[in-house]
């Protein structure tokens, strides 16, 4: 009699396609979790920057490099061109307010000074001679007028004596009329003889004046010949350094070129560099402070150049108060020029990690410190020191502000 024999339930087929699936399952997951970032690291505390977040006085600023110059330059270029004849001093020099640094020489120049003299002297020569030759004309018809005037008085006492012999009988008619027509012809006489004296007059005056105002310009031109020639002598315009003196004996210069410049040592200014990003918020008033000596020295903005070059534009900045000691051109230093005034927010100092993060999130430590995790966060301002945190993270929250460039996707921290 046959025995029926018991089927089995699992089979090795079955299970192999069970495990199978399993391992499928197992394999999707693990990608899944992957995929989602759900993923940790450790990492060692003391490779890593943590920082606390705070809250406090907050004034948005910006780093900028500033070099010391002299309160004031006076920039020494050729008002005239001219070849370099001698050179008093040398570069470096303290100089006085009008002590010589350098001659030139420019025959062109000077022989139009001398045609300008000579121009001057032969007008002052003519001038001269017309002055001689209209005083002359005067005493001449000063002359004619004397002799008609002594006319016109005897023709009148011919004509008033014949007048009364006429009454008298004395005389005949014919007598009389010819000393009354000498008498209206004496007058008409004095008449023409003054208005020409006065038309002579007014002639003579006009010519002088004339004369006087073309030597006068004439002299003028010639002063201003012997200014240019005097140029030629480059003098110290004020007191102080000569400095970037630029030129040698036998050398050529051109009207306009730039030969050295003295600066005034009795005081200092900071000439900053800015990037254009900036310009405009720049304004004179603004403050910037840098640290000397262990100090914290004050600036003041006086004057903005609004020239960009390079993508940069520059401020001179002043000292508010006594200048540090021992100021020396060409200095420099770096300043925290200040954009908007103090107020209180919630800080976060400044680190590597915004470099990956753009400020957008930052890993935030646990309470008990052994994790961090990523966590949304809004930057405002900043200045040298500290990010200004609009929202993401409070006052005593702990965040990892060292560099993530080694951290990838990672979405969780474990610090050992």
């Known amino acids: 009699m046959d025995i029926p024999l018991k089927k089995k339930r699992f089979t090795p087929k079955k299970i192999a396609i069970i495990g199978g699936s399993v391992l499928i399952v197992a394999l999707i997951v693990f990608v899944l979790i992957s995929s989602t970032g759900n993923s940790k690291l450790n990492v060692e505390k003391e490779r890593i920057s943590i920082s606390e977040v705070k ?10 490099n500033g070099a010391v110059l002299p ?32 001659r030139l020489s420019n025959t062109d ?3 139009s000074l001398v045609n300008q003299e000579t121009s001057v ?42 007048k009364r012999l006429l009454e008298k009988g004395a005389i005949g008619k014919q007598e009389y009329l ?4 000498n008498y209206t012809y004496q007058k008409e006489r004095m008449k023409l003889a003054k208005e020409v004296m006065e038309q002579d007059s007014i002639a003579t005056k006009q010519e002088i004046t004339q004369s006087r105002e073309s030597y006068q ?11 240019k020639v005097e140029d030629l002598m480059v003098r110290a315009p004020i007191d102080g350094q000569l400095t970037s003196l630029n030129a040698e004996i036998g050398e050529s210069k051109t009207k306009g070129e730039r030969l050295g410049q003295i600066d005034v040592l009795s005081g200092y200014k900071i000439r900053a560099e800015i990037d254009e990003h900036y310009i405009s918020r720049i304004v004179t008033g603004q403050e910037g402070t840098f640290n000397i000596n262990g100090e914290e020295v004050i600036l003041e903005i006086k004057k903005v150049y609004t020239q960009v070059n390079n993508g940069r534009f520059q401020v001179d900045m002043e000292f508010k108060e006594e200048e540090p000691k021992n100021l020396r ?36 430590l646990s309470e008990d410190g052994k994790t961090a995790y990523k966590a949304p966060i809004q930057l405002g301002s900043q200045n040298t020191e500290y990010y200004e945190v609009l929202e993401g993270i409070e006052p005593g929250d702990r965040v990892i502000t060292s ?10 921290l474990v610090l050992d």
């Open 121 to 162: 002297y032969d007008l002052l020569t003519q001038m001269q001679i017309s002055q001689t030759a209209a005083r002359q004309n005067t005493i001449n018809r000063l002359n004619q007028l004397t002799d008609v005037e002594n006319s016109l008085k005897e023709a009148d006492r011919v004509y008033k004596l014949n």
């Open 178 to 181: 010819e000393s009354k027509n």
């Open 55 to 64: 809250k406090g006085n907050f004034q948005e600023n910006i780093p900028v």
């Open 329 to 364: 051109r060409g200095q420099t230093f770096q300043i925290r020029l200040a954009l908007s005034q103090e107020k209180e927010a919630i800080l976060i100092p400044k680190g590597g990690f915004f470099q990956q993060t753009g400020g957008n999130w930052v890993f935030k």
């Open 71 to 102: 309160i004031k330059t006076i920039y020494l270029d050729a008002i005239e061109g001219g070849r370099v004849e001698e050179k008093f001093v040398e570069d470096g020099a303290m100089m006085e307010e009008g002590e010589p640094i350098l």
């Open 403 to 412: 560099s993530y460039s080694n951290f990838g996707d990672i979405e969780e």
């Open 217 to 227: 310009r004439t002299q003028k031109a010639l002063e201003l010949m012997r200014k």
């Open 109 to 111: 120049l000077e022989l």
